[in-house]
């Protein structure tokens, strides 16, 4: 695409017609003396930038004989210091299908610094292909300095009025003042959700007589004319164990109920679950594939369907199928699956590969069914009502004498009955088509890690023995990946560094079991050597070479969104020290225990010496996958103390 149509797109203003014209609540380029004096955010003295003001407007128009939304975006923000300079390159992003795609025009920009103002060049606008169906118009402000006040707006033109997107108040920086406009015909009903944890200082709802009209059609059309506004919205300061921040950004959601034509007819986008069904059980896609079970017996190998127990059975054809296809690394949900021809081609995205399990299942005499969900990062599913949007993944649900295992064999490495981790976004619908589809929990076993270490040390001061460890889960799954991809000699190189501190860690000899049987927990084997530089006649050591929490991932005063380890957790340290005669001890650790409210979880720590044997054991177990935002000040003061005991020290003295 080449720049002449790239200024025609964004920057040429197309001919459509809007039902609303009142002038916004902001004029463009009118900085207060106020503005320009503000060197901090009085109520977030930390950010870099903060929001002025912001107003968003969507009316809906029309353009080249079709309905558009437009979107008229104004931002005024305060750049602080250089840390806030990145908040001065915007990207705008555009979707776009095989038919249709959105539009960016009337892009107009300024810095200013003082009285100095700078407007944006057009030929510094760019445009770039993130994927099929999304690209990006992106620019960056000119003159940028600290204390700079950028002000931009454009208009955005969207075919697309089933994904009327709506709008987020809440930022990576905080916003004095963002309002959203809307004037939408009575012809397009919409529901509407509020998320987040902010509240609306405005929230007006109108209804304006005839204010949409389209030629051909002698009767107008009703608006009705919403305003939404917050103040003073917070920072959303992104933190570890968050799956996808959408689901808990403060913004107004629309989701299409019913569209009513012009010329009467009416159709309806919400529905019930069991219409639902009723669709996919007959449709072209997912439901024509699942039908299939009778041509899957026929194209598997036979000795698939015998086995010990059903058991056995069933980890017989998952094998088979995760080894006799391998993944595409596409997803196409509801669109291009063929399961059968990626079951002969030995290739196929994700839908293919699961629901040619499913198949394969069923026609072993199996209960198995499809399961809808949203990845992580995809955000969460609504419950109220089936929005089909939301979900971008289908796994498989395999019931046998009376329990379930949810399975996905697109990943080689997975073992039967854990899933990929980005799948882990607390529940799924189960598609039954013949007792009606569910709501079930994405839950997944507790995962361990373990470690024992066995030490003795000599008279100057070294400690020599060993460390054995055990992962399962997704730990062993990691290790596994790591031991496949590096040599031996890096392998051992890594972790005699992340085991060691200033290269004082030698591993003697390594050696692993069930490095290949993934169903088993991964075992290592290490001779270890610790080279102690004794302190005159003390001897200080660190137990902790192996601490796996360095640094608290629990930062924020208040956190407003749950925390999401994905899934439960024990890790287990024990530690067996053996000191000579010469040496006694001076000072040991404090023993601690501490318990999560609402049985969230527990750490204990003992530590004791007898005849010159220090035992040692430490413990960690998250008991749940999801905390609360209520839970978060214990999550946080829980993560502390473990830090803090990992950091602590053994004091030995010569006698």
């Known amino acids: 695409m080449n720049n002449k149509v790239l200024l025609f797109i964004w920057l040429l203003y197309s001919s459509t017609t809007s039902n609303s014209q009142e002038r916004p609540p902001y004029f463009f380029g009118d900085i207060t003396q106020r503005e320009y004096n503000l060197k901090v955010y009085e109520k977030d003295s930390t950010a870099n930038a903060v929001f002025l003001f912001e107003f968003g407007r969507s009316n809906f128009a029309r353009s080249n004989n079709s309905i558009v939304i437009l979107t008229r975006y104004y931002a005024k923000v305060k750049i602080f210091n250089k840390e806030g300079m990145q908040n001065a390159t915007i990207k705008i992003p555009i979707k776009n299908n095989q038919k249709e795609s959105e539009k960016v025009f009337g892009i107009k920009a300024i810095t200013h610094n003082g009285r100095i103002r700078k407007g944006l ?4 606008i760019f445009v770039s292909r993130i994927n099929s169906n999304l690209a990006e118009v992106k620019f960056t402000m000119p003159d940028i300095k600290e204390n700079s006040i950028i002000e931009y707006e454009y208009t955005l033109e969207s075919p697309f009025y089933f994904n009327f997107k709506g709008w987020e108040f809440q930022s990576h920086i905080p916003k004095i003042y963002s309002e959203f406009y809307a004037v939408i015909p009575g012809n397009y009903r919409y529901n509407r959700s509020l998320r987040g944890y902010q509240k609306l200082s405005k929230n007006i709802v109108n209804v304006v007589r005839k204010c949409f009209y389209i030629s051909r059609y002698i009767s107008p059309a009703d608006c009705e004319e919403l ?7 917070p920072a959303f300061i992104e933190e570890d ?17 019913e569209n009513v034509a012009f010329y009467k007819s009416k159709k309806k986008y919400s529905k019930n679950w069991k219409s639902v069904d009723k669709e996919f059980r007959t449709g072209e896609s997912i439901g024509k594939q699942l039908k299939k079970v009778n041509e899957f017996e026929k194209i598997l190998p036979p000795e698939l369907y015998t086995g010990e127990n059903n058991l056995t059975k069933a980890k017989k054809i998952f094998y088979h199928i995760t080894d006799h296809i391998t993944w595409n690394e596409r997803v196409n949900l509801f669109s291009a699956v063929d399961a059968k021809k990626a079951y002969i081609d030995k290739v196929g995205n994700s839908t293919e590969i699961n629901i040619a399990l499913i198949n394969a299942l069923n026609s072993a005499g199996f209960d198995a069914h499809v399961v809808l969900l949203s990845t992580r990062s995809n955000g969460l599913p609504t419950k109220i009502h089936p929005v089909l949007s939301e979900f971008n993944y289908a796994i498989a649900k395999l019931d046998i004498d009376n329990k379930s295992y949810l399975l996905d064999a697109t990943d080689k490495n997975l073992p ?6 980005k799948t882990l976004n607390s529940y799924g619908r189960v598609m039954d088509f013949k007792k009606g589809s569910y709501w079930y929990p994405i839950d997944v076993k507790n995962h361990y890690t373990r470690t024992s270490l066995k030490l003795k040390m000599d008279d100057s001061g070294n400690f020599k023995g060993q460390m054995q460890k055990s992962f399962d889960g997704y730990k062993a799954v990691a290790k596994r990946l790591s031991i496949d991809k590096l040599d031996r000699e890096e392998y051992l190189t890594k972790a005699e560094e992340e085991y060691g501190t200033d290269d004082n860690l030698v591993i003697n000899s390594y050696k692993n079991s069930d490095v290949e049987n993934i169903e088993k927990p991964l075992k ?7 080279e102690n530089e004794p302190s005159g006649d003390l001897i200080i050591f660190n137990p902790f070479i192996d601490g796996e929490s360095r640094v608290n991932p629990f930062k924020l005063n208040q956190r407003l969104y749950p925390v999401d380890f994905g899934h439960a957790t024990t890790t287990l340290f024990n530690l ?11 000072s040991l650790p404090e023993r601690k225990a501490i318990k999560l409210p609402n049985d969230g979880g527990l750490f204990t720590f003992s530590i004791v010496e007898k005849n ?16 609360d935002p209520k839970e978060y ?8 103390q473990i830090i803090k005991t990992q950091k602590s020290l053994i004091t030995l003295e010569k006698k």
Do not use: G, H, W
């Open 121 to 124: 060049n057009p030929k510094n």
């Open 227 to 233: 305003i939404y506004a917050m103040e003073d919205v």
């Open 241 to 257: 164990y968050l799956n996808s921040k959408s689901n808990y950004l403060s913004a107004i959601k629309f989701e299409l109920s």
């Open 416 to 421: 039967f009955n854990l899933l990929p981790f």
């Open 524 to 530: 290592e084997l290490f001779d270890i050597t610790i």
């Open 576 to 586: 067996q020290l053996i000191i000579p005669e010469s040496y006694k001890v001076k």
């Open 612 to 627: 010159n044997k220090i035992q040692m054991t430490f413990k960690v177990i998250i008991k749940r996958a999801l905390y």
């Open 633 to 640: 000040p214990y999550l946080k003061e829980f993560f502390k």
